[in-house]
């Protein structure tokens, strides 16, 4: 018996339209962020009062404006998105009902329906104004399987029977656990979680993928669901490679779309964890779609993997060659959306669509069918490796699924270092929930300033192979001591997620401000890689220096031990001038992220000088102008020594064939003054003349030394050589000549820190200037005072 009278499937229709003319201005009006209102002049002030704004003021009317509500936004921006998706049969506005029952109360509002051929979209639209956590939405899915089932019954009376029904629950802004029993029931029903990381993803399709989004799509919501029943039949070549059986065919472009499925690394894809691709690059597709509307072909191969969850593919072979292990035969394919997972050649798939040969081209394609994630993972790496970088979030979000279970202890730990990561970003209940840019998924924050912020925090060990190095083991989360290294990896990446949550949920929480501030100090790049490194430095102090906590500490011992040096930062940082904030911001560069850890120590050092660690300690002495200045002068006069001693030496020994002897050193000599001349040329300096014996480099004089380093003149048995002068014990003794003049190798990488008086970031630390105090004592003695 049906369920509606024709009136009621005619009130139903007549609350969608098809109409292109008037779907094209509904998208115009609903992309747009303000809602427009034309009234007489008189009802202005009225208006007004309710929030309304003028726009413009006309002859007999004024036209008024108002920002949409946040959950008319987001039903906006969802019709929208499916308008882009190719959806031409939509509903106008908010008020269509859809019939679940034959009671007359058995109605539901839908926010948005989107209506196709193959397809109907039913999609219920939940938002927050701000990012919040969800209440239970229990009372959302109840009696849902019903509502479903009475859907399906109007949808095929209203339609046709046929149509593939997918109901949708979207939400913008709030936080639920994808885990929670009431998601999990949802999923249950065949339908799909659509929250603030899909709307992105799909956005991301849209405008990559344009005109070809739509097959993606279609495969995020009905994967390995039949598109008919019929198989397809082609033949194919099966041969073996690394102990996998592999199918080689042709296959047309049209139905390769529909079957095809792109392991996007986005967390609107994670229930396929481990996923790998990059999204499609918008102007290469457009060149590969006109390349081949203007006759181009590709002869390389499409790889895929078959997925053989739900369908098999099945192979019937027919001969075999004597020559050859290969063999002939026919391949069942089932005719279901993204059961083939497109390892290599997207671009190439998708640039097929909306082309003139999407169905009347066919193209090579290599296919696997049992390779598992990891697999498929390795497969695309290795592709990859030689072409196009990928880029640097992607590869550390793919290092987690590579090395998780590797022999090799230092590449687990940087599959646990990125894990880490990844849960911090991913974690709905945390303050850094989507603020961390992970594989394909954009966000504020990079992922590599976290990846530097782990490996320089302490907070896990360094190898090197399968060696631990033993100074990062202390005050380490890690247990290196637990053998089980999975167990191990488990637990430390639980208690240090749950760690760092606690720290950023101090500057949430305590310290909005900074926490929401546009120009962050904390929730910036550099600033991460300096809070991160700071936790790891402060429980560091707190583990070795003072023993208030261990490896075996939990996350909540551990957070309230370091608690108040966190206060102390953040309420200074909350208090920083204008002109403070704006020095700190303004560093970039080589060197910025560790400068803004300095920083970060230093505040926390002007309340707590007890802490002081050993690199806080060298970075103050080389910002200290007495010692920089000490030192500077020292080097130069080391420096100049060396060149009268090295020169006065070299012409006694050679007399007036010393520029010959040294003549290669000279030519180089010569080149750097032309250079010099023309860079105080360019500079509008004019010309000057430069003397090549201006020109030598310490590397020079110390090849001269190394050379004659025992040659004197004749008859001279007074002489002092190179060796008299220059031989300088440094602590290894004065065994060879190599241990005498090492001291020159290090003179001369200190050089730059007083040469360039604008490097003062670098600058000297007391032991170096100690350094250069002991090598002028010992070549100028003379001068000591």
């Known amino acids: 018996m049906s369920l509606l009278k024709q009136i009621e499937i005619d009130q139903i229709k007549g609350k969608l339209t098809d109409d292109v003319s008037q779907l094209g201005k509904l998208y115009k009006a609903k992309k747009n962020e303000f809602i427009f209102l034309s009234v007489e002049h008189s009802l202005v002030e009225d208006y007004l009062k309710q929030g309304w704004e003028v726009e413009v003021e006309l002859k007999t009317k004024t036209r008024l404006k108002k920002p949409k509500s946040h959950h008319k936004q987001f039903e906006d921006d969802v019709w929208c998105q499916f308008y882009e998706l190719g959806y031409r049969f939509l509903n106008y506005d908010d008020q269509f009902t859809l019939p679940y029952g034959k009671d007359p109360e058995d109605k539901k509002q839908i926010d948005v329906i989107a209506i196709d051929k193959e397809t109907v979209i039913i999609i219920e639209c939940k ?11 229990k ?15 109007s949808i095929d009376q209203i339609f046709g029977k046929g149509l593939k029904i997918k109901y949708i629950y979207a939400t913008r802004n709030l936080r639920i656990d994808p885990e929670s029993i009431e998601i999990q029931r949802l999923i249950k029903t065949k339908s799909f979680y659509y929250n603030d ?23 995020l919501m009905f994967k390995d669901q039949l598109i008919n029943t019929d198989k397809i039949e082609i033949p194919a070549v099966e041969g073996m490679m690394g102990n996998k059986s592999y199918y080689m065919f042709s296959l047309e472009p049209h139905l390769l779309l529909k079957l095809g499925f792109v392991l996007h690394r986005t967390r609107a894809n994670e229930a396929e964890m481990p996923t790998y691709q990059r999204l499609l690059v918008p102007s290469r597709l457009k060149g590969i779609r006109k390349f081949i509307n203007d006759g181009g072909y590709f002869p390389n191969s499409i790889i895929v993997n078959f997925s053989q969850k739900k369908h098999k593919v099945y192979f019937e072979p027919s001969s075999r060659s004597g020559d050859s292990k290969s063999r002939f035969g026919m391949l069942k394919i089932p005719n279901a959306y993204a059961i083939a997972y497109i390892i290599d050649g997207q671009h190439r798939v998708y640039g097929y669509s909306d082309t003139d040969f999407t169905k009347n081209n066919t193209i090579p394609v290599v296919a696997f069918t049992e390779l598992d994630s990891i697999e498929q993972l390795e497969i695309f790496m290795s592709i990859n490796e030689n072409q196009k970088a990928v880029s640097p979030s992607l590869r550390g979000t793919l290092e987690r699924d590579l090395y998780w279970e590797s022999d090799r202890t230092d590449t687990r730990i940087k599959a646990l270092r990125s894990s880490i990561i990844i849960e911090l970003s991913e974690a709905t209940n945390g303050p850094l929930y989507n603020k961390i840019e992970v594989g394909e998924d954009p966000a504020i924050l990079k992922f590599t300033p976290f990846s530097n912020g782990l490996l320089n925090s302490g907070l896990l060990p360094k190898a090197k ?89 939990t996350p909540s011992e551990r957070f309230e031990a370091i608690k108040k ?35 970060f120590q230093m505040l926390v050092n002007r309340e707590f000088p007890e802490y002081e660690p050993l690199e806080l300690v060298e970075w103050k ?30 012409q006694a020994i050679f007399g007036k064939n010393w520029e010959l002897e040294i003549n290669s050193i000279k030519r180089k000599c010569l080149e750097r003054a032309e250079e010099e001349k023309e860079k105080n040329y360019k500079e509008g300096l004019g010309s000057t003349d430069i003397e090549w014996t201006e020109m030598f480099t310490i590397n020079d004089y110390k090849s001269i030394i190394d050379k004659y380093w025992t040659r004197k003149p004749e008859e001279q048995e007074d002489f002092k050589t190179f060796q008299d002068e220059f031989s300088i014990d440094i602590g290894e003794g004065l065994g060879s000549k190599a241990k005498s003049i090492k001291w020159i190798s290090r003179f001369n990488s200190l050089r730059n820190s007083w040469a360039h008086e604008g490097t003062k970031e670098k600058g000297l630390s007391k032991e170096e200037v100690i350094f250069l105090e002991r090598i002028h004592n010992n070549i100028i003695p003379e001068l000591q005072s």
């Not at 992105?200 to 993928?209: D, F």
């Not at 380490?476 to 053998?483: C, S």
């Not at 002495?621 to 001693?645: A, C, F, M, T, W």
């Open 565 to 599: 040096y966190l206060n102390s930062l953040l309420s200074q940082l909350k208090v920083l001038s204008d002109e403070e904030e704006e020095t700190l911001l303004s560093k970039y560069g080589t060197g910025a992220d560790l400068r803004w850890l300095r920083n």
């Open 621 to 650: 002495e080389r910002q200290d102008k007495n010692l920089q200045s000490q030192g500077r002068q020292l080097g130069v006069e080391i420096e100049k020594h060396i060149k009268h001693e090295v020169l006065d030496k070299i």
């Open 197 to 219: 990381n899909t709307y992105e993803y799909l956005n991301s399709l849209i405008k990559n993928y344009k005109g070809a989004s739509r097959y993606q799509f279609l495969g």
């Open 465 to 553: 192979g399968n060696k631990y190095d033993e100074n990062s083991v202390l005050g380490a989360v890690y247990d290196t001591n637990n053998h089980n290294h999975k167990q191990e990896m488990n637990r430390s990446r639980k208690s240090l997620v749950q760690f760092i949550n606690m720290c950023y949920g101090l500057v949430e929480e305590e310290y909005p401000e900074i926490f929401e501030s546009e120009k962050s100090l904390i929730l910036s790049n550099r600033g991460s890689y300096a809070f991160v490194s700071l936790i790891g430095s402060l429980n560091y102090w707190e583990t070795v220096k003072k023993g208030t906590i261990n490896n075996k500490s």
């Open 139 to 153: 009372t959302e899915f109840e009696g849902l399987e019903k509502r479903l089932d009475g859907f399906k019954k």
């Open 127 to 137: 938002s927050s104004e701000k990012p919040r956590a969800s209440s239970s939405v």
